[in-house]
């Protein structure tokens, strides 16, 4: 990442085979591996923090930022937080 620019991401839901699929209720993941010199935002101008992201129902995406302040290397995770097992 270069530093101070805001990076889009896209969390998509998958199928079993791989493919995008919609789910049937909003899901939400939680957001981890920033690290020190990063954060999660939900604005392209990442100017709103986020610790979290809804895939809203009907959907198989939905849309966070990223952006470190310094150089470094991050894992970035999102994690199934609600409901345990979308459908």
């Known amino acids: 990442f270069t530093t101070s620019t805001c990076a889009?991401?896209?969390?998509t839901t998958r199928d079993v085979f791989g493919n995008p699929s919609n789910?049937?209720?909003n899901t939400t993941f939680s957001l981890s591996g920033a690290g020190t010199n990063g954060a999660f935002?939900?604005?392209s101008t990442c100017s709103t923090t986020?610790?979290?992201?809804?895939?809203?129902?009907g959907?198989?995406?939905a849309v966070f930022y990223y952006r470190q302040t310094s150089p470094a290397s991050a894992s970035l995770t999102a994690?199934?937080?609600s409901p345990s097992s979308p459908a």
């Open 23 to 25: 789910i049937s209720a």
């Open 79 to 81: 994690t199934l937080v």
């Open 41 to 43: 935002y939900s604005d």
């Open 50 to 57: 986020a610790t979290s992201v809804v895939v809203p129902s």
């Open 8 to 11: 889009l991401f896209n969390l």
């Open 59 to 61: 959907n198989s995406n």
